[in-house]
């Protein structure tokens, strides 16, 4: 792996799309602790921008429509050995791993390149699972309006009246499925709070492999600036997915990994998805690794990872194939009526991204004037895109591991330069 090459990344951001808090016995534990949550900067050089890989997305699909894209008149062979080239070209540009998969009525392509995991040798292969991170929040906005189709709730409903204290102010389910709720994200919270030495990077990513409590997670909101008045703005919260984690937990007396199993990866055909509740994994998957810089900590492996730190924000790991046949399902009603489709997928704002209820759109390269549906997951180690056609006729998913966490944007691979081709692919 040339993991030192100077090449544009267009992503350098630590923390992006991960702050989970879930359990159905989270409330006993809601109320603020007397000893505060440590905010002091994370060690690692990074840009802590919960937007940085959405914005790259829609960098990617402007790219893809451009004048220099190639309009889809080149046999698919063709089409294939471009995208085989752009997985080899981000492995040896520093990626640890790539998964991909381009499915359209014409083409369904899947390929793979790198190693498992950081210094391993076992070959990465296009059936290997990820960690998806925000990839999750889709799924999890399914099940809260399946919820609402079926009448325990509607979009008004008041968090208060379901998890009375969860959150410090008063919002609305529709506010927290569309990032309008003003609540923080604060990851940074929930791990320096088990640092001893904040300016140790070693510990830093030691403390991933802590288990976060219910309690950790709601004091870390109650703890952290709340950044806009609740329905005023979009501000990305992951806190508030996992709010909506709690109380699909309380509502259903059942625990979030099998509401997923039952209602989602069940009836949407994912059979390698998973929603894990400790850092084992059990068969082949492509661990996180980070970057930290070649002057610096070099590479982290982050096989320890306990995934209470996502929980309902970004848990769950499923691969390529799932992640397009989740897609398919949703668009196409299979997992909540049409009329709840067009619901979510309509946008509350626009103020960064066009962002629905759990989804987002991008303008579609191929069709102008339309758009692909989808959402993308950063976790510290791995990044991941999933989008769609609203006919569910055309998919992408991608997973990528081996992650830059330091400010230099040269220091690996740039991310789009596999989802640009992808993107065209479906053309």
């Not at 893809?64 to 080899?88: F, K």
């Not at 950081?118 to 998806?132: E, K, P």
């Not at 704002?349 to 209820?357: R, V």
Request: some cysteine.
């Amino acid at each position: 792996m040339n993991a030192h090459r100077r090449v544009r990344a267009t992503l350098g951001v630590m923390v992006a799309g991960v702050l989970p808090i879930t359990g159905a016995g989270a409330i006993a534990q809601a109320a603020p602790s007397d000893t505060p949550v440590s905010a002091a900067p994370s060690p690692v050089a990074a840009v802590d921008d919960p937007m940085a890989l959405s914005q790259a997305v829609l960098e990617a699909a402007e790219q893809a429509a451009g004048p220099s894209a190639r309009a889809r008149t080149a046999p698919s062979t063709d089409v294939r050995r471009e995208l085989d080239q752009a997985v080899a070209g981000l492995v040896d540009d520093g990626a640890v791993a790539v998964t991909a998969r381009v499915e359209t009525p014409d083409l369904t392509w899947a390929g793979a390149g790198g190693v498992r995991e950081l210094g391993g040798h076992a070959r990465a292969r296009t059936g290997d699972q990820f960690r998806v991170a925000s990839n999750t929040k889709p799924m999890i906005a399914t099940l809260v309006l399946q919820e609402i189709e079926k009448g325990t709730w509607t979009l008004d409903t008041s968090v208060e009246d379901v998890l009375p204290g969860a959150l410090p102010r008063d919002v609305t389910i529709e506010q927290l499925l569309s990032h309008t709720s003003g609540a923080p994200t604060a990851s940074e919270y929930l791990i320096l709070d088990k640092m001893q030495d904040p300016a140790d990077i070693d510990e830093y990513f030691e403390v991933l492999g802590e288990h976060y409590s219910d309690g950790d997670h709601v004091r870390a909101v109650h703890t952290a600036p709340w950044v806009l008045e609740p329905g005023t703005g979009f501000s990305y919260s992951n806190a508030g997915f996992v709010t909506l984690g709690m109380m699909l937990e309380k509502v259903n007396k059942t625990d979030l990994d099998d509401l997923l199993e039952e209602r989602v990866f069940e009836p949407a055909g994912m059979r390698a998805s998973d929603y894990p509740e400790g850092p084992r994994k059990r068969g082949p998957f492509l661990h996180d690794a980070a970057y930290t810089g070649a002057d610096g900590a070099g590479w982290y492996s982050i096989e320890n990872f306990d995934p209470t730190l996502f929980r309902a924000a970004g848990a769950v790991t499923s691969t390529t194939k799932d992640l397009a046949a989740f897609n398919e399902a949703l668009v196409t009603g299979e997992l909540v009526s049409p009329e709840t489709v067009t619901d979510m997928l309509t946008p509350r704002s626009a103020e960064m991204i066009e962002y629905g209820l759990g989804t987002y759109r991008l303008p579609d390269p191929c069709v102008p004037g339309e758009y692909l549906y989808g959402h993308d997951g950063a976790s510290f180690g791995t990044l991941s895109v999933n989008f769609t056609s609203l006919d569910g006729e055309r998919q992408i998913a991608l997973g990528v591991t081996g992650r830059n966490v330091t400010l230099d944007q040269e220091a690996l691979y740039d991310f789009n330069d596999m989802l640009v081709p992808m993107l065209q692919a479906t053309c």
